[in-house]
């Protein structure tokens, strides 16, 4: 199958895609994965199907109206469904498909590696403000 980068009509086939070429669609595939909140949700899902008010609750700091946009993008994207019960009120609940699974490890991976680096990243920046503070003399 030939897929059509949303921009510019240009064929992406798998000799083509390239996520460092600016037209290549891969690279909106990148944005959404890389979301903090697709990475969070994933992994609020990781334990099997969810509520709206279960996810919101594991994902602290997340609006209504974004994790709203994040579950559409991620159930647009396939990566999740989204099922309806005919209950009153209605029940709805959110799950990983096979294909939303094949990105919990990597995105475990990845807020593994954040929590285990951020005293570092935070002694980074501590001492790259310390420095920055200072004025530079230009190189002659």
Aim: glycine residues 4%.
């Amino acid at each position: 199958m030939t897929w059509y980068n949303t921009i510019v009509d240009t064929p992406c086939t798998s000799d083509t895609r390239d996520v460092y070429l600016r037209q290549c669609p891969c690279r909106e595939v990148l944005d959404m994965v890389a979301s903090k909140w697709t990475a969070l949700t994933i992994g609020a899902l990781e334990d099997g199907p969810q509520r709206f008010g279960e996810v919101r609750r594991k994902v602290e700091g997340i609006t209504q109206k974004m994790l709203t946009q994040t579950l559409r993008t991620l159930t647009r994207d396939g990566l999740i469904t989204r099922t309806v019960y005919p209950t009153v009120p209605l029940r709805v609940d959110y799950e990983l498909t096979p294909l939303g699974r094949s990105l919990v490890a990597p995105l475990r991976a990845l807020r593994d590696w954040s929590e285990h680096h951020i005293d570092l990243i935070q002694s980074a920046r501590v001492e790259y403000d310390v420095t920055a503070d200072v004025e530079t003399v230009p190189v002659r």
